[in-house]
Every structure is written in structure tokens, then in C-alpha cells.
């Protein structure tokens, strides 16, 4: 009996799937997938590290060869039941093995409307649904032809082929479009595959969202919806800030998840996931681009269960094996059980922290579920937030009560917005008085106070009714409207 089944990538949240091929009795094993030396096969090196430290049973892994026909020979004498494309960089080779071992997915044929932003809009083009406006340029003089031939001013430059939204300039008129064009074409390879293309595309203003889909036999099945949470940072860079997920949908939320499913089709996706992001603006939905895979953010499977019911690794893994689950899931009417967030961290600049209140913050939240922070105990300096694998820290959030968890992700997104030193800072979490003569014995001691451990016992206090005297003296908090409001932030939490 076959009684392996193969992730092409284990990582972010496609390792997941690792748990969810154990629990059904099969044994899963490990393909990681071949990238050149460079920036991109740095990060997910230290993402393989990560992962791989909880696992905590005997696990089989296997490196892609640079020659095909090795790798191919390598999983034929595994024999293995499925092949399943895990995180983005496995992909092509997912799709290829499937496709040669004669497994359920996607034809091969179709990779590149499964990969290739370009490809992605020409079959909208000629399914007759919404696309956007692009062009593969290679040269500076194909950046100026396009904006002569549309009169486009605002546009968005990015690698045909990619990922983490690295290398993603959205850029006004000719001189912003050459210096990202001139900084990417200089730039050190960061994509999958070894030549460099970029697609040139005009820009869409609306709300984005994430449509997560599973397919068999060509018809696509909603998993989930997301609302995108991003901000441009002062040196230009898209970043992520968070994503909530979406469990009522809105007229225009149903329109969007309709057009989802019919672009789906039209990529010729017949069996396997698509995480597709979407915009919608005064004209409606249309398609960013379709990535062939789980989603991302390395949701853990117990938040996601928490939210909807199930998680999207489970779906995707039962469907592959069973057409007649994927039929059954497909009936299912779309009603998560409670309202989550996914919160993503920056650092504006480079900028040295000795301690982080964000850890007692997060332990204080009702709706805190689990992630990850960069604080005092793991590094001393962050550095600038130009992509998703440079963020600062993710976690997850959910509660019974949609009021809760939406408030406390506002006051995150406000706290990080105007008072990030809350979160991390090299500088006392208080401003002294600006007449030193009334800094006393213990207003210097606040001062001096750890962050971490000073924010740990304000919020004990408050938890406890805020009895007897404050932990911050009051001529502390009087020296500057800036330390109320601190006060403020934190008993709001609590």
C-alpha cells in the first residue's frame, strides 16, 4: 500500500500539512525545493531551521535536484501516493512530479498561467473577465512604450515571477518607474527561476482582499476570504500590516468571491489550491495575481480551526485524496465561527531596542492566540521592514466576541502607528519632566525601569482594580499629556 505522500516545501503554513498527513495514517515526507544562493534561499533556509525544530518524530528529507530527471527518479522509488505543491518555491516542482507520477493536480502544461502574473491576465483577457492592463518589459525603453501607448501615470513594477512582495514598486510618473526599474534590474536575483522578467501593470486603488480556493475536476471550492491590511513605508516599500478575515461578506464581498471562482476556471486550475489576491474598487473585483499553493502567514491549524471550523491544509490535503470530501466541503455554506486577525509588525527604519513591551501587551490581549515578536531576548537591533520575510513579528488573534478582537487590532494598528515605543524602544517608555529639579528618587526609577517589566506590572495593577498607588506617580504622568496617554493605551487592555 502507498503509504507516503510527498510536500514539495514544507514551509509557512504548508507545514501544516505534516500534522494533517499523520493524522489520516499516512507518513509525510519532505521535498525541499532547489534555489540558487542568494537572498531568497537565505530566508527560507532560516525558515526551514525554524519549522524543522518542532518536529519531534522521525521525518524523511529530500533536496530537488538542479537536474529534473533526478529528482523525478528520486520520488518515483518512494512511490508515493500524492505530491503536493507546499509553500511557494514548490510550486513547478509539485506540479511537474504530480503531473509525470500521473497524480491528481493541475496539468503541467498549464504552469505558467499557474506562475506568471502575465500569463494570469491574458486568461482573463480571453475568458472575458476583468484584468489589468500590463506588460513584460526588459528594457527601460519597454517601460516608456507602455506609458505612451496607455497614458498611464500610476503603475506597478514587479518580477513576472516572485514572491513575499519583494522587488513590488508602486511608482507615479517616469522618473519613479526608472529608479525601480534601474534598482531591480541591478538587483541580485530573488526569484524562482534563473531568468529575471518583469511585468509592468497599471495601478488599481481599491480595498485587496484574499480568496483561498481548493479544486477537483475543475471546480473550485471557497475555503476562506481576507481583508488585506497594507501601508507604503516612508522609503517606499509595500508592507503587510495585517489581514482580518472577512465572515459576513458584503454585496460587493459576494461579487468579489463570484469573479474568485470564475478566474479560478479560467487559469486552469482543475485540481489544487489557489490563494488568490484581489482587489476590489469602483469598477468591481479583479485578480492581483493567483498563487498556486496554501496561504501563507504560517497560520497555525488550531487558530484557523478556531475561526472557521477547519483549516485549509486539512481541505486541501482530504480533497486531493477524495473527490467525493471535495464535493461534500463544496455544499458547505461559507459561515466561519468566529471573527481573526493575522497582525504583522514593522520597524519604519534600522533602530537598536533593549527591551519590548509588546510581550506583556500581547499576554494581556483577550484575543491573543500565539505568534512571534522580535524583543530583547532575540535580537538587539531591528532592522527596516522592506518585505514579509523582514517583518518585525505575526500573530494571530481571535475571540467569541467579534467586538473584542476587532478592537484590540485597531489599538494595535494605532499604538504602532503613534506610540511604537510601546511595542520596542531603546528609550525609557516615559518622557521625564522637562524641569530637572522635579525628577525625583522615584520618578527616576520609572524612568530607568526595564520597558518589559515596567508595562508587566502597570497592567497587573490595573487587573487588579488599580488599588492603592499607581505604579507611575502622578507627577510622572502630569510632566506630559505623551505618559497619560500611555496610561491610557495600556489600561485599555486590560
Given at each position: ?360 501587551i500581547l499576554l494581556g490581549m483577550k484575543s491573543f492566540y500565539s505568534g512571534w515578536v522580535e524583543n530583547a531576548g532575540r535580537t538587539d ?114
Open positions: 500500500m502507498k503509504n507516503k505522500i510527498v510536500v514539495a516545501e514544507a514551509t509557512s503554513t504548508a507545514f501544516n500539512y505534516l500534522e494533517d498527513i499523520r493524522a489520516i495514517g499516512y507518513e509525510p515526507v519532505i521535498l525541499e525545493a532547489y534555489l540558487p544562493d542568494g537572498y531568497l534561499k537565505k530566508m527560507l533556509d532560516e525558515e526551514r531551521r525554524i519549522k524543522y525544530s518542532h518536529i519531534k518524530y522521525p521525518i524523511t528529507i529530500l533536496k530537488e535536484d538542479p537536474d529534473y530527471a533526478v529528482t523525478l527518479r528520486m520520488i518515483r522509488e518512494l512511490d508515493p501516493l500524492l505530491v503536493i505543491a507546499g509553500a511557494e518555491p514548490g510550486v513547478v516542482i509539485g506540479t511537474h512530479l504530480a503531473d509525470d507520477l500521473g497524480m491528481t493536480g493541475t496539468p503541467y502544461a498549464n504552469i505558467a498561467n499557474m506562475t506568471q502574473k502575465s500569463a494570469m491576465h491574458q486568461c482573463l483577457k480571453k475568458a472575458g473577465l476583468r484584468y489589468i492592463r500590463g506588460a513584460e518589459v526588459k528594457s527601460w525603453e519597454d517601460c516608456l512604450k507602455f506609458l505612451e501607448e496607455t497614458g498611464i501615470e500610476d503603475v506597478v513594477l514587479k518580477h513576472d515571477r516572485g514572491a513575499f512582495s519583494v522587488g513590488v514598486h508602486l511608482v507615479h510618473g517616469r522618473d519613479e518607474l526608472k529608479a525601480a526599474f534601474e534598482e531591480e534590474r541591478s538587483a541580485a536575483n530573488i526569484t524562482f527561476v534563473t531568468d529575471t522578467r518583469f511585468l509592468l501593470q497599471e495601478r488599481i486603488f481599491g480595498t485587496e482582499y484574499i480568496v483561498n480556493t481548493i479544486s477537483r475536476e475543475g471546480i473550485p471550492a471557497l475555503t476562506s476570504v481576507f481583508k488585506y491590511y497594507k501601508k507604503r513605508t516612508p522609503s517606499g516599500a509595500i508592507i503587510y500590516r495585517g489581514d482580518g478575515s472577512v465572515n459576513d461578506p458584503t454585496n460587493e464581498e459576494k461579487e468579489l468571491i463570484d469573479y474568485a471562482l470564475k478566474a479560478v476556471c479560467a487559469l486552469g486550475i482543475t485540481d489544487g489550491p489557489v490563494h488568490g489576491e484581489y482587489m476590489i474598487d469602483k469598477n468591481g473585483p479583479v485578480l492581483i495575481e493567483a498563487n498556486c499553493r496554501v496561504m501563507g502567514s504560517s497560520a497555525p491549524s488550531g487558530f484557523l480551526d478556531k475561526v472557521f471550523g477547519y483549516h485549509e491544509t486539512e481541505v486541501i490535503l482530504n480533497s486531493m485524496l477524495d473527490k467525493e470530501y471535495h464535493r461534500k466541503f463544496l455544499q458547505r455554506p461559507y459561515k466561519p465561527l468566529r471573527k481573526g486577525y493575522v497582525k504583522d509588525f514593522s520597524a519604519s527604519c534600522d533602530q537598536p531596542i533593549s527591551s519590548s513591551g509588546i510581550v506583556p537591533m531591528l532592522h527596516e521592514t522592506v518585505d514579509l520575510e523582514t517583518e518585525t513579528g505575526c500573530i494571530y488573534m481571535v475571540h467569541d466576541d467579534p467586538e473584542v478582537v476587532e478592537r484590540e487590532f485597531e489599538m494595535l494598528m494605532y499604538i504602532e502607528d503613534n506610540y511604537p515605543k510601546l511595542f520596542q524602544s531603546d528609550e525609557p517608555l516615559f518622557l521625564p519632566p522637562e524641569d530637572a529639579s522635579r525628577i525625583t528618587p522615584e520618578i527616576e526609577s520609572v524612568l530607568n525601569e526595564d520597558t518589559e517589566v515596567l508595562i508587566s506590572r502597570i497592567m497587573s495593577w490595573y487587573k487588579a482594580g488599580a488599588q492603592g498607588e499607581s505604579v507611575v506617580p502622578e507627577a510622572l504622568l502630569e510632566a506630559s499629556p505623551y505618559n497619560r496617554r500611555i496610561m491610557e493605551l495600556l489600561r485599555s487592555f486590560c
